[in-house]
């Protein structure tokens, strides 16, 4: 794998003269929870049974979509028009109830010496989230202690439009006071790597889920990596490579 070529070519891409590593911008659900798994169980349970078809995979590839694109998007294929709020709302709630009666979501294998390798490296950690779900938040200050303080996190309420849209990775750089080339996005779905592609972002996919890889160069992704522990490994040489590579 030849991460300087991968950071030269992103140079190339955006036009700037280099770059540095001065923030990561963080997705939650498949990177740094196991997650995905329970959150397409919960959403299947909760919109199998309204006559809607669907099947499991498809919750997988609308990943890091915001409660009301999803459900939006399911209502206009089944009925031809968007969820009225007060049903949108009250089929997230059971999607929540439905999450919660699920086993207990445990930490990505390897995200914590991702987290630790940035924090020593001085680099700002966000979180960039299109989930407003408070199960998983709330565990974030135990399990990565340190890491996504306020204001560092950005959730699915703090955003109009969530992702494949720019707007969530655009803010997670405003609150790092940080410009695109300044930071790296690290996601695992291919509509969160559309939108730090979109963002301007140097776009690190972790590829945690059942989809093939290519999906997520095709979503334009700069480097893949198979697992966060696969990651960690080369983290180091990354940001090196950031903090050096020059045109
Ligand atoms: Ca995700």
Redesign the pocket.
Known sequence: MDIEKTVRRYIERVGCASMSCKAALI?????LYDS?PNHVEAWYRTIAPLGIDCCREEFFLL??STRTRTINLLFNRAYGHDAPEEVSLALYAEKVRQFRLLDAVEPMPGADAVIDILLSHNVRTVLV?GSSQGTLLECLDDDYPRAFNVPYRITGEDVKNGKPSPEPYLMGLQRAEVLPNEAIVI???PL?VEAGVAAGVFTVAVNTGPIPPQALYDAGADIVFDSMSHFATHLPQLIDAINTVKL
């Not at 997705?27 to 990177?31: F, L, N, R």
């Open positions: 997705d939650m659900d498949g990177v995905m990943e890091g989230t996601e695992n779905a969160g």
